[in-house]
């Protein structure tokens, strides 16, 4: 009988083994509410926006495979709504990237929408406003992902911890697009603090009403990063500003650098990290400093002269020490805000880990030059690409192709390159002939791209700005990064085929350029943006097509504007 029983038992045993071979991945639910509310994240209150009453919102956490479900409620009242998952490939999903006018139509206030995904890959990743310029409104967050069960990192910890570095304007949205859009055109200027984690401080004696600003409030105290000594952190740090690029330092300590976007890194050891918004990474901090004091965490702004925002500021709290007890020092000098080389060879550093490495294929089957200018239209400034500044349709493209509507956007594709040999990038043009245009690039579908970054001379003399893009569904390999205008015969030549890095942000530096490489593999509608704010509503975009006709059915749910009213099923 007990041989019986045995037997029994392992056949049962065996069976669960093979329907269930692994871990089962879950299903990760989050219920939003996005809303306005007062807050103070810099002691400065303002009309913010916040999910479930929270800005950073809350961090979702996954382990590779899962599916993660968001049904979120527009309680905006008087304003749409859509969330892009920054990173997140949306592989079988293009109608949830969360790209109002690519991807999906916006959420209406009061309206619930279902966001729901696969995290096929563990790493840092982020979540925020895809709607005019709300991202810089509060409303964002992390996106945390594990490694699969039975798997290992190239590195170890003791804990995990994320931290958002954003900028911050006292100036609402509303007020920062008035500017942009008007004759004479009126810049958002500088922004008024620096936010570690949602947290900043601004000096309220600037400011005429004690209502307004409240230096004792406790939604600005100072982030408090609490650690035990003798022990090592893994710090998600990433970035969402809305125009700086920053450095973020934590006195006392290097960092050590093993995660961008999503992949690993070999290894290498910084004092300061430069971090361009829509980037993430992932240092490890050991805690092996002298233990009975606390240390400051800052950072500060890079690549603009800004003589107007100070440095953010945190806490690096070395238990049992009190988290109020100010660090006995002064916070640390950020780097030159000029010092573009020593920031261009960090972009350098970063390579694949040697056991992590993909070699992009060798060749590409096209290339497109795209050259960042600014320029006027009719009087107003704008931003572009090749001379083309980027407006999104009324209808999205993904509906528009899948659904073959007639009339949404311009069928003149984009040009694919620019006047590389006689165009002086130093000079200051007048740039008055630049055209607008909702026109995409029509991509092969499986085919390699190549996409040369041009940065120029903006329409201020001697400035050229930084521009951070960011690539929606997909990964590239970084293959280099130059000073000056780009050579087509000599520059490929330099190329990293070897053991590139891929990323889905990349900076494009000062009067440089910057090589990427993708494979057109993931069929959809994808933005390929400048990531801030104010530019890429200025026009610095463009948008990729491959392999529409490969879609599943879309979901009614991401219809009901433009042209694709009329696809929504009849009520009774």
């Given at each position: 009988?007990?041989?019986?029983?045995?037997?029994?038992?392992?056949?049962?045993?065996?069976?669960?083994?093979?329907v269930?071979?692994?871990?089962?991945?879950?299903?990760?639910?989050?219920?939003?509410?996005?809303?306005?509310?007062?807050?103070?994240?810099?002691?400065?209150?303002?009309?913010?926006?916040?999910?479930?009453?929270?800005?950073?919102?809350?961090?979702?956490?996954a382990?590779?495979?899962?599916?993660?479900?968001?049904?979120?409620?527009?309680?905006?009242?008087?304003?749409?709504?859509?969330?892009?998952?920054?990173?997140i490939?949306?592989?079988?999903t293009?109608?949830?990237?969360?790209?109002?006018?690519?991807?999906?139509?916006?959420?209406?206030p009061?309206?619930?929408?279902?966001?729901?995904?696969?995290?096929?890959?563990?790493?840092?990743?982020?979540?925020?406003?895809?709607?005019?310029?709300?991202?810089?409104?509060?409303?964002?967050?992390?996106?945390?992902v594990?490694?699969?069960?039975?798997?290992?990192?190239?590195?170890?910890?003791d804990?995990?911890?994320?931290?958002?570095?954003?900028?911050?304007?006292?100036?609402?949205?509303?007020?920062?697009?008035?500017?942009?859009?008007?004759?004479?055109?009126?810049?958002?200027?500088?922004?008024?603090?620096?936010?570690?984690?949602?947290?900043?401080?601004?000096?309220?004696?600037?400011?005429?009403?004690?209502?307004?600003?409240?230096?004792?409030?406790?939604?600005?105290?100072?982030?408090?990063?609490?650690?035990?000594?003798?022990?090592?952190?893994?710090?998600?740090?990433?970035?969402?500003?809305?125009?700086?690029?920053?450095?973020?330092?934590?006195?006392?300590?290097?960092?050590?650098?093993?995660?961008?976007?999503?992949?690993?890194?070999?290894?290498?050891?910084v004092?300061?990290?430069?971090?361009?918004?829509?980037?993430?990474?992932?240092?490890?901090?050991?805690?092996?400093?002298?233990?009975?004091?606390?240390?400051?965490?800052?950072?500060?702004?890079?690549?603009?002269?800004?003589?107007?925002?100070?440095?953010?500021?945190?806490?690096?709290?070395?238990?049992?020490?009190?988290?109020?007890?100010?660090?006995?020092?002064?916070?640390?000098?950020?780097?030159?805000?000029?010092?573009?080389?020593?920031?261009?060879n960090?972009?350098?550093?970063?390579?694949?880990?040697?056991?992590?490495?993909?070699?992009?294929?060798?060749?590409?089957?096209r290339?497109?030059?795209?050259?960042?200018?600014?320029?006027?239209?009719?009087?107003?400034?704008?931003?572009?690409?090749?001379?083309?500044?980027?407006?999104?349709?009324?209808?999205?493209?993904?509906?528009?192709?899948?659904?073959?509507?007639?009339?949404?956007?311009?069928?003149?594709?984009?040009?694919?390159?620019?006047?590389?040999?006689?165009?002086?990038?130093?000079?200051?043009?007048?740039?008055?002939?630049?055209?607008?245009?909702?026109?995409?690039?029509?991509l092969?579908?499986?085919?390699?791209?190549?996409?040369?970054?041009?940065n120029?001379?903006?329409?201020?003399?001697?400035?050229?700005?930084?521009?951070?893009?960011?690539?929606?569904?997909?990964?590239?390999?970084?293959?280099?990064?130059g000073?000056?205008?780009?050579?087509?015969?000599?520059?490929?030549?330099?190329?990293?085929?070897?053991?590139?890095?891929?990323?889905?942000?990349?900076?494009?530096?000062?009067?440089?350029?910057?090589?990427?490489?993708?494979?057109?593999?993931?069929?959809?509608?994808?933005?390929?943006?400048?990531?801030?704010?104010?530019?890429?509503?200025?026009?610095?975009?463009?948008?990729?097509?491959?392999?529409?006709?490969?879609?599943?059915?879309?979901?009614?749910?991401?219809?009901?504007?433009?042209?694709?009213?009329?696809?929504?099923?009849?009520?009774?």
């Amino acid at each position: 009988m007990a041989v019986t029983r045995f037997l029994a038992l392992s056949i049962l045993l065996f069976s669960v083994l093979i329907v269930f071979p692994e871990a089962e991945a879950k299903t990760r639910r989050y219920k939003w509410e996005v809303k306005y509310e007062y807050k103070s994240p810099d002691c400065f209150q303002k009309m913010v926006i916040t999910i479930n009453g929270r800005t950073p919102g809350p961090t979702i956490l996954a382990e590779e495979g899962d599916t993660v479900i968001v049904e979120l409620t527009n309680g905006l009242l008087t304003e749409n709504v859509a969330i892009h998952w920054h990173g997140i490939r949306q592989i079988g999903t293009p109608w949830f990237d969360g790209t109002e006018g690519v991807t999906q139509c916006p959420i209406l206030p009061g309206e619930t929408f279902k966001y729901e995904f696969k995290v096929d890959r563990p790493g840092t990743y982020l979540y925020h406003a895809h709607y005019g310029m709300q991202r810089e409104a509060g409303l964002y967050g992390s996106i945390r992902v594990a490694v699969g069960s039975g798997k290992t990192e190239p590195f170890s910890y003791d804990y995990d911890r994320s931290i958002i570095l954003t900028d911050w304007y006292h100036n609402t949205t509303y007020e920062q697009v008035l500017g942009l859009s008007s004759i004479p055109f009126d810049w958002v200027g500088e922004p008024q603090s620096l936010l570690i984690q949602g947290k900043g401080r601004y000096n309220c004696s600037l400011v005429s009403s004690p209502y307004t600003c409240n230096s004792n409030s406790t939604q600005c105290s100072p982030y408090v990063l609490t650690v035990v000594p003798g022990k090592t952190y893994r710090l998600r740090v990433s970035s969402l500003a809305a125009l700086s690029a920053l450095s973020f330092q934590i006195e006392g300590h290097n960092m050590t650098v093993v995660e961008a976007d999503g992949h690993f890194v070999e290894p290498f050891v910084v004092n300061n990290l430069f971090i361009y918004s829509g980037e993430t990474y992932s240092v490890l901090v050991k805690t092996d400093q002298e233990p009975s004091r606390n240390y400051w965490v800052t950072t500060t702004v890079v690549s603009r002269n800004n003589t107007v925002t100070p440095p953010g500021l945190a806490v690096f709290n070395y238990y049992p020490n009190h988290p109020k007890r100010s660090p006995p020092t002064a916070p640390p000098a950020g780097p030159a805000w000029n010092d573009v080389q020593r920031r261009v060879n960090q972009s350098r550093a970063i390579k694949a880990h040697r056991d992590y490495v993909f070699p992009p294929p060798l060749t590409s089957d096209r290339v497109i030059l795209m050259l960042n200018t600014q320029n006027e239209i009719n009087g107003y400034r704008r931003w572009s690409v090749n001379n083309v500044s980027f407006n999104l349709p009324h209808t999205p493209y993904l509906i528009a192709i899948k659904e073959n509507i007639s009339g949404v956007f311009d069928q003149t594709p984009p040009p694919d390159n620019f006047d590389l040999q006689n165009y002086d990038i130093y000079t200051k043009h007048n740039n008055s002939n630049a055209t607008s245009s909702n026109s995409i690039y029509r991509l092969k579908f499986n085919t390699t791209v190549d996409i040369i970054l041009q940065n120029a001379n903006t329409m201020v003399v001697n400035n050229s700005e930084t521009h951070p893009w960011h690539l929606h569904g997909h990964d590239f390999w970084v293959l280099g990064y130059g000073e000056g205008k780009f050579n087509i015969s000599s520059d490929p030549g330099k190329y990293n085929l070897v053991n590139p890095i891929m990323k889905n942000t990349v900076p494009l530096h000062s009067y440089g350029w910057t090589a990427l490489r993708f494979r057109s593999d993931n069929p959809g509608v994808w933005a390929f943006h400048c990531h801030i704010e104010s530019h890429f509503y200025m026009g610095m975009g463009v948008v990729f097509e491959e392999g529409v006709e490969r879609v599943g059915k879309l979901p009614s749910s991401i219809m009901g504007c433009g042209k694709s009213k009329g696809l929504l099923p009849s009520g009774p």
